[in-house]
């Protein structure tokens, strides 16, 4: 069975956008980048909310980006390499080759694909995990955590969800970007109001 992953990078308060949306704030570097593209060229669908979408869409639309450099070039090389699944409700039509367009995350019809699918799958944007989280179909979750604290915006991790995650790997870039891989073990219930959760 194929796994769904997680992958987001996140400033170290834990947020992957600042109160205004931005994520100009990414440090990225080229070894981070060539990173991200190595574990993009590893996973077969990429599932996407719509502003995420519409954000990465731009590597198979706009020749220029992938002309700028190889590290580029290879990355949307294995951006359009990929199958996409957009949910959103609001999105007229997709503009990428190789893309379906969902109303609305089912989470049946993800269960089924990571039992059928041949390689592993990813969740992008918070939202979209958030609901993937919680219907307990996230095998892995992948985190690039930057250097720099934004103050508030948008949190990385679902909110209001208590869960358990195991360590598998991490590895420490010259640029400070930290990069962490941990196993989903589940959610825990709840503490009743006041106390505090089991250990």
């Known amino acids: 069975m194929a796994e769904l992953i997680y992958v987001t990078n996140v400033s170290l308060d834990g947020y992957i956008e600042d109160e205004q949306g931005g994520i100009s704030w990414f440090p990225l570097g080229d ?64 503009s990428t080759a190789g893309t379906r367009l969902e109303r609305r995350f089912d989470p049946a019809a993800v269960q089924e694909l990571k039992a059928t699918a041949g390689r592993d799958l990813t969740v992008g944007g918070a939202d979209l995990a958030a609901q993937a989280f919680k219907a307990g179909l996230v095998d892995e979750c992948r985190l690039l955590i930057l250097p720099v604290v934004v103050g508030g915006g948008k949190p990385g991790l679902p909110t209001g969800m208590r869960a358990d995650f195991e360590l598998l790997d991490e590895r420490r870039f010259p640029n400070g970007v930290l990069y962490l891989r941990y196993r989903f073990l589940g959610q825990r219930p709840a503490a009743p109001s006041g106390e505090p959760a089991s250990a």
């Open 31 to 94: 070894e981070v980048f060539a990173f991200h593209t190595e574990m993009l060229r590893s996973v077969g669908t990429l599932l996407y909310g719509r502003r995420l979408y519409e954000t990465m869409a731009v590597w198979e639309t706009d020749a220029t980006l992938a002309a700028r450099s190889d590290l580029t070039a290879d990355f949307a090389s294995a951006w359009q390499a990929a199958s996409k699944i957009v949910y959103s409700t609001s999105l007229a039509a997709v």
